[in-house]
């Protein structure tokens, strides 16, 4: 199958997303796509977080920001027209952060930035982190996005987000503002529209011919390719208060602490000593994991060692689940 590329211009965040949704349920088998984007004023959380935890949302939505919710898992990002999104899909087999970081960083190269890719999700340079890369699987396809920081504005990053001390100290900054750079900063000709043109090229030269989708060139360039009908429906969910915010956190117990994969918020309600609520916040990369914590704990008894053993029959030896079963265990209930 034929590689497809992207170009959108439409800075709407949830019609990004529902966009990006549609085209990992129904790009085909053996296609690698690439999809270009970019949102305005905008706070985007993980799959399993907590919008109130990780954004002043009300600051935002005052200065007529959006608060989106992505698919994937792992922390809150910021983005402005200083920021470029990028998005890989292509067969779960294939998937290698590795290699997509590739036309990345060959891109980068071309304007004498040089940058690499580190742990499970980060493109840096020496100085600082430019790239945050977050994943997520179907049954046969995957998808890896990410952004790239150009010219963001990072006074309005740390006013919308709300970075906690124990992840700040955990990666060793002091302000979220701290650990990132602009690419700005290594080379005033970078601008995102030519940075779109550097990783087509280098997409093509990784991957092999594509047929190329740029609005910018022909507006009405996707009109034959997707959906609309679709789209729309995908969009309901995206831009609804429901998905992008869900319910309030109101229960009896709250506890939030942070591990090397992540921090996590386990919320719990009981009654007569039997859970009967409880909702997972995280920022963990592995957001099937987090996801299904949900309903972990449903009508467990509200006692340590039934709670872990729970957790343990459904994970086994799982470590995100070993390391939270030793955390529940040394809880005072």
Request: glycine share 6%; hydrophobic share 35%.
């Amino acid at each position: 199958m034929k590689n497809i590329v992207i170009v959108n211009n439409t800075y709407d965040p949830w019609y990004n997303l529902s966009l990006e949704e549609y085209l990992l349920s129904m790009t085909p088998d053996g296609s690698v796509v690439l999809f270009l984007w970019q949102n305005a004023n905008t706070v985007v959380i993980g799959k399993n977080q907590n919008p109130w935890r990780e954004c002043r949302t009300e600051l935002l939505e005052s200065e007529d920001g959006k608060l989106a919710r992505r698919s994937t898992g792992g922390g809150a990002v910021y983005h402005d027209l200083g920021n470029l999104n990028f998005s890989f899909i292509l067969d779960r087999e294939k998937q290698n952060f590795t290699e997509q970081a590739k036309v990345i960083v060959s891109a980068l190269e071309e304007y004498g930035v040089k940058a690499y890719a580190t742990g499970r999700n980060d493109i840096v340079t020496d100085e600082g982190k430019i790239s945050g890369n977050a994943f997520t699987y179907r049954r046969t396809r995957a998808l890896h996005h990410g952004t790239l920081l150009v010219d963001v504005d990072k006074e309005k990053l740390g006013k919308y987000l709300q970075v906690s001390k124990e992840k700040m100290m955990a990666k060793g900054i002091k302000s979220v503002q701290g650990r990132i750079r602009n690419l700005k900063e290594y080379n005033d000709s970078i601008t995102v529209d030519d940075l779109k043109d550097k990783l087509i090229e280098k997409f093509i030269a990784q991957y092999g011919e594509a047929d190329i989708y740029d609005v910018r060139k022909d507006k009405n360039c996707l009109d034959a390719l997707l959906d609309k009908e679709e789209i729309d429906r995908i969009y309901k969910t995206y831009s609804s208060w429901e998905y992008r915010y869900g319910e309030a956190p109101a229960f009896d117990t709250e506890w939030v602490t942070r591990f090397p994969w992540g921090g996590i918020e386990i919320h719990l309600s009981s009654k007569n000593g039997i859970i009967t609520k409880n909702a997972v916040f995280s920022d963990a990369m592995d957001e099937c994991f987090i996801s299904g914590l949900t309903n972990c704990f449903a009508d467990v008894r509200f006692k340590k060692e039934d709670m872990v053993n729970a957790l343990l029959k459904k994970y086994g030896d799982n470590y995100m689940a070993c390391d939270i079963a030793a955390y529940i265990s040394e809880k005072e209930i």
